[in-house]
């Protein structure tokens, strides 16, 4: 039988995605041998991921504290007329390391699930048509995974904008169903980029 402390940390870890409880008792055990400073390092940083940083002003991607629009943003060598639409900044960092998008980016922050009671209204979509309005936006690229939510929010955003004359895409399908940007490879998700598909 463990500890009260090793039970509260196991518990604690199965709250982070894909961590079930084998993997969880596993982490917990090593951090418990961890040495102290290294522990420490670890709690710090976990405090000032939540601390030290908030949203970009404009996107939404996750940002230091101490600034207010992100560099890719604030970049005058980005395209601003081309947006690409991520659920979450982790998926805008896969899309920045494959290296072949050069446009601007918008983080909704979630996607339309009526089983999960998220609706239109509880992800930042009205941001995203106020943006494609003021800066004149002539394509919006939507870069969800393929699931059912995915493929729900990107109709709507498609609905909401191919009448006003916004050019509306999405990657195209080399991604597996279910597929998370972060543990696609690169090239993969260029190629889906590149061979993009209207919506």
Same mark, same amino acid.
């Given at each position: $039988?463990?500890?009260?402390? $090793?039970?509260?940390? &196991?518990? !604690?870890l199965? =709250? ?13 055990? *090593?951090?418990?041998? $961890? ?10 940083? &976990?405090? !000032?991921?939540k @601390?030290?940083? *908030? ?7 996750? %940002?230091d504290?101490d600034k207010?629009i992100c ?7 980005r395209?601003? =007329?081309?947006i690409?639409?991520v =659920?979450?900044a982790?998926?805008l960092d896969?899309?920045e ?6 446009? =601007?980016? *918008? ?5 339309i ?5 998220v !609706?239109q209204?509880d992800i #930042?979509? #009205?941001? @995203? ?8 936006v002539?394509?919006? %690229?939507?870069a ?7 493929d729900?929010t !990107?109709?709507? &955003?498609?609905?909401l ?5 916004v050019k509306?895409t999405? @990657? ?17 998700l260029?190629k889906? &980029?590149e061979? #993009? %598909?209207?919506?």
């Amino acid at each position: $039988m463990s500890s009260k402390a $090793m039970a509260a940390l &196991i518990e !604690s870890l199965t =709250k982070l995605p894909g961590v079930g409880a084998k993997t969880a008792a596993r982490l917990a055990y *090593h951090i418990a041998e $961890m040495k102290s400073d290294d522990v420490e390092d670890l709690a710090a940083a &976990i405090r !000032s991921v939540k @601390l030290d940083t *908030h949203a970009c002003e404009v996107c939404f991607n996750t %940002i230091d504290a101490d600034k207010n629009i992100c560099d890719i943003c604030a970049s005058d060598k980005r395209d601003g =007329k081309i947006i690409c639409v991520v =659920k979450d900044a982790k998926d805008l960092d896969a899309i920045e390391r494959a290296g072949t998008f050069d446009g =601007k980016y *918008h983080v909704t922050g979630g996607l339309i699930s009526p089983l999960a009671g998220v !609706s239109q209204n509880d992800i #930042r979509l #009205r941001e @995203l048509i106020k943006r494609v309005g003021d800066e004149r936006v002539e394509e919006v %690229i939507i870069a969800f995974e393929p699931t059912v939510e995915g493929d729900a929010t !990107s109709l709507f &955003i498609s609905r909401l904008l191919t009448p006003a004359g916004v050019k509306v895409t999405k @990657l195209a399908r080399g991604l597996a169903v279910g597929a998370d940007f972060a543990g696609t490879d690169s090239v993969t998700l260029a190629k889906a &980029i590149e061979n #993009r %598909i209207p919506v």
